[in-house]
């Protein structure tokens, strides 16, 4: 089962002509998935030939204007085409006022169900096939959450030749037994899927977090992420100018990803639009010192998240 990050835009603030605002693509097989949407997300969708009219979900992490200003237009794109399925936007207070006056004032056609749900306490927010999302406060200038997709536990590897040894039949039978179901045999005997199967295995995380200051509980809800995005918005030398603005240097985020057990890789986003491309390398140099797992992310990037077994 695929399960792959698109980088929509990397930037803060405002947008730059190769640096679209804040919004993140996940896919999980045919199911999409969008975290934030800056303006400049249609185009990066565009550009990507992204099935945008399958996203099930928008998780907004909160109302500021460069983390929410391309909702109306996915709203209004989303009305061009056929759709059956409802479209769920989760955030914190305020959203569903945000999207009803949108809706109001820039009297949009919407010809599909929306469903706005805002958190009004930190947990699991939405629950897929196999899978779950929880949200966990940010600490900003107004409330603000992270989110984590995380997988439920597979099944672990059929053995083929324990159910040989067993002589079990291959067919239903050896079907039941990797969908975890115990079976009997037409001798009578009483086949458990742990006879055939070896332990259950992880599945995969992914975590998104911006804007907020670096915090100590942040650590706790991306552990064990296979990719955690996060803001790298200034550079150390301007850790007092973060923390005024409450945001978080690069530096800071490194710190939180290697105080994570178990983050594979942290990716970096939500840049000041002071830094030019050229300068972004002195926000890696100084993440990749606490975090040598540490990238930058760019507008249209992909990011396969693979399973570790």
């Known amino acids: 089962m695929n399960l792959e990050a698109f980088i929509l835009g990397c930037g803060g603030m405002m947008p730059l002509p190769n640096r679209h605002l804040t919004s993140v693509l996940l896919r999980r097989e045919g199911e999409l998935f969008l975290f934030d949407c800056g303006e400049g997300t249609q185009v990066s969708l565009r550009r990507l030939n992204l099935r945008w009219k399958k996203i099930s979900v928008i998780f907004i992490s909160h109302t500021h204007a460069d983390h929410v200003t391309g909702i109306p237009g ?60 929880r949200s966990f406060p940010l600490s900003h200038t107004k409330p603000c959450f992270g ?30 037994l990797q969908d975890g179901e ?38 706790t809800h991306v552990m064990g992420s296979d990719l955690f ?31 994570s057990a178990g983050v594979k890789k942290l990716a970096l986003i939500h840049y000041s639009p002071r830094y030019t491309e050229h300068e972004l390398k002195k926000i890696l140099d100084e993440a990749k010192e606490v975090f040598p797992e540490t990238v930058l992310t760019r507008d249209r990037m992909v990011f396969p998240i693979d399973y570790i077994d």
């Open 74 to 133: 996915l709203l209004m794109l989303s009305s061009q085409v056929d759709r059956d399925e409802p479209l769920y936007i989760i955030g914190p207070p305020r959203i569903a006022e945000y999207i009803d006056a949108s809706r109001r004032i820039l009297d949009m056609y919407i010809n599909y169900e929306i469903i706005v749900q805002e958190i009004t306490s930190p947990g699991i927010v939405y629950r897929g096939d196999g899978f779950y999302v």
């Open 147 to 176: 989110y984590a997709l995380e997988e439920e536990m597979r099944p672990g590897e059929f053995h083929p030749e324990k159910a040989k040894s067993l002589n079990i039949p291959m067919g239903k039978l050896w079907g039941k």
């Open 182 to 219: 115990t079976i009997q045999t037409e001798d009578g005997r009483t086949i458990k899927p742990d006879d055939v199967m070896g332990k259950p295995r992880m599945g995969r995380k992914f975590s998104f977090v911006t804007d907020s200051l670096a915090v100590p509980e942040i650590s």
């Open 229 to 259: 995005i996060c803001e790298g918005m200034f550079s150390r030398e301007l850790t007092e100018d973060a923390h005024s603005k409450k945001h978080m240097t690069a530096w800071e985020a490194a710190g939180l990803a290697a105080a």
